[in-house]
């Protein structure tokens, strides 16, 4: 067994994929790199044969028809040999310093009979154009230098969440909460890191800034005139979250207001951007996922509507959504995303 397998999805990743896998190399044969070629029709399949010959007891191919980036995910969970488990994005590297301890964390893990469930670390939005880097951190909310559970931790801030960048999972934990994302959609990682969570009882955060998390391609996901033209594949992630964890199953006071907080924001990203687009058709969809809400769980509706946020976003009119967008925009300078 592999001590930790790195799924590293790739469509028309010629550019810019060898210097992800650069960084994920000096873990050598303690980790498998599964470079998913999804599809690509520029020279992603080429490079990731050649690293496959190269490096035969590290890297693996894994072909497929495009499926998107959840499938590409589901893949290398299917093909996954190692203990642990992590997803880092063709454009995307690791930092070798923090990934050497992050190894010799997981070495001491696997001797044990009781590994934790989820390791959380930093990461850096490498913003493009940026003046200075913002690092995701949660020394303020998390417990350092010890295994610990839901209990232990402290409130997550409304900039502060678990992100698919931050967290390495055990790999057997994602199979058997059966985990599968969905195909030819975008922004899945919300659920990656949202349906497991209920799942998870041992924790450990290592106060290392591991993953860069590139910003600044103009046919990025997460560009936001992108998000937009594909909202309805966001709403749908978002419809997932709701749909998949039963908030009201869920007996830790301190996960559950975790996982309330995170579906919180994500509804609130879907909401703003359908305001942001300025259509017609998108100011009903906002309405409609609300609807949506509010008739299967009239209790989390509530929650979700009238607190901070959701009064922001329903603020009435032209004024209150110029507010809405412009108390979004703030938070983008703030926290840095795009």
């Given at each position: 067994m592999?001590?930790?397998?790195?799924?590293?999805?790739?469509?028309?990743?010629?550019?810019?994929?060898?210097?992800?896998?650069?960084?994920?190399?000096?873990?050598?044969?303690?980790?498998?790199?599964?470079?998913?070629?999804?599809?690509?029709?520029?020279?992603?399949?080429?490079?990731?044969?050649?690293?496959?010959?190269?490096?035969?007891?590290?890297?693996?191919?894994?072909?497929?028809?495009?499926?998107?980036?959840?499938?590409?995910?589901?893949?290398?969970?299917?093909?996954?040999t190692g203990l642990f488990f992590k997803v880092v994005d063709s454009d995307d590297w690791v930092d070798m310093r923090a990934y050497d301890k992050v190894l010799r964390l997981l070495r001491s893990f696997a001797e044990e009979n009781n590994p934790v469930?989820?390791?959380?670390?930093?990461?850096?939005?490498?913003?493009?154009?940026?003046?200075?880097?913002?690092?995701?951190?949660?020394?303020?909310?998390?417990?350092?230098?010890?295994?610990?559970?839901?209990?232990?931790?402290?409130?997550?801030?409304?900039?502060?969440?678990?992100?698919?960048?931050?967290?390495i999972y055990r790999t057997q934990l994602l199979r058997d909460c059966g985990l599968e994302l969905p195909k030819h959609t975008f922004y899945v990682d919300n659920l990656y890191v949202y349906k497991p969570l209920e799942h998870?009882?041992?924790?450990?955060?290592?106060?290392?800034?591991?993953?860069?998390?590139?910003?600044g391609r103009e046919d990025q996901s997460v560009n936001e005139s992108v998000m937009i033209r594909r909202i309805d594949q966001q709403i749908k992630v978002n419809k997932l979250m709701i749909e998949q964890v039963q908030l009201e199953r869920?007996?830790?006071?301190?996960?559950?207001?975790?996982l309330l907080h995170h579906l919180e924001i994500v509804t609130v990203i879907s909401a703003i951007l359908l305001i942001r687009s300025?259509?017609?058709?998108?100011?009903?969809?906002?309405?409609?996922?609300?609807?949506?809400?509010?008739?299967?769980?009239?209790?989390?509706?509530?929650?979700l509507r009238y607190g901070l946020l959701g009064n922001l976003i329903h603020l009435p009119g032209r004024f209150g959504r110029s507010i809405s967008v412009g108390a979004y925009k703030v938070s983008q300078k703030i926290i840095g995303f795009n």
């Open positions: 592999k001590l930790l397998s790195v799924v590293i999805p790739c469509y028309n990743s010629q550019e810019y994929m060898r210097v992800c896998i650069e960084s994920l190399l000096p873990g050598r044969e303690d980790v498998e790199l599964l470079i998913v070629n999804d599809g690509s029709a520029d020279a992603t399949a080429e490079i990731a044969d050649d690293y496959a010959r190269r490096f035969p007891a590290i890297v693996k191919v894994i072909h497929q028809q495009n499926g998107g980036h959840g499938e590409a995910v589901n893949a290398g969970l299917r093909h996954a469930d989820m390791l959380i670390s930093n990461f850096v939005y490498e913003k493009e154009g940026a003046k200075y880097k913002k690092v995701m951190k949660y020394e303020n909310v998390l417990p350092e230098n010890k295994v610990f559970h839901w209990d232990d931790t402290e409130y997550f801030g409304k900039g502060q969440y678990l992100m698919m960048h931050s967290i998870v009882k041992r924790i450990y955060y290592l106060n290392v800034d591991l993953y860069r998390y590139y910003i869920i007996d830790n006071p301190k996960l559950k207001r975790y300025g259509t017609k058709e998108n100011l009903q969809k906002k309405k409609d996922l609300w609807r949506y809400l509010r008739d299967r769980d009239s209790e989390l509706y509530h929650k």
